[in-house]
């Protein structure tokens, strides 16, 4: 008898390509309905009296969600290379690497904002050079795009049109 099982290889973060490998993380933990745990985290009860406290489902269901997570960490340590390992060794949760690797790749809120600032200013300034291709123009443009993108830049069509013909 056959099963439908398919074999996961995440590709492992070494340092570089960080968006991309994000964006590959965020999608398998979306499709695993895990996505809000990475994100927002759950709250845990510290207090032991508390939890016994709690009635049998609340306490199966706290114990499923810090199942989840211990296991989306695990996957979250597998799917990047050791010298990243040691900065987030120290998490005991998916949020806490995540948020961690976040920081480290993509920076704080004044960085983003510089980071964009740069790019919407390369973007608005993109022109076609004379001994430059068509599609290598085109290639430059949409890199651009897809990196504004990433850092959270709403792009109108018509702002796509009006650069991609400055040529």
């Not at 120290?90 to 806490?96: H, L, R, V, Y």
Request: proline share 1%.
């Amino acid at each position: 008898m056959a099963t439908n099982t398919i074999q996961l290889h995440f590709p492992k973060l070494n340092g570089k390509f960080f968006d991309n490998w994000s964006i590959q993380l965020k999608v398998f933990y979306k499709s695993q309905d895990l996505w809000n745990l990475v994100e927002n985290g759950y709250t845990e009860v510290a207090d032991p009296a508390v939890f016994e406290a709690l009635r049998k489902e609340e306490n199966d269901l706290l114990v499923e969600i810090r199942k989840k997570d211990q296991n989306t960490l695990y996957a979250i340590f597998e799917a990047v290379k050791n010298t990243i390992f040691e900065q987030i060794s120290s998490a005991e949760t998916a949020k806490e690497a995540w948020d961690i690797l976040q920081k480290s790749y993509k920076g704080d809120d004044q960085v983003k904002r510089v980071q964009l600032q740069t790019l919407t200013g390369y973007f608005e300034f993109l022109h076609m050079n004379d001994s430059e291709t068509i599609y290598a123009y085109f290639d430059r443009v949409q890199s651009v795009v897809n990196q504004l993108r990433l850092n959270g830049e709403k792009l109108e069509d018509y702002e796509l049109w009006t650069t991609s013909c400055d040529l």
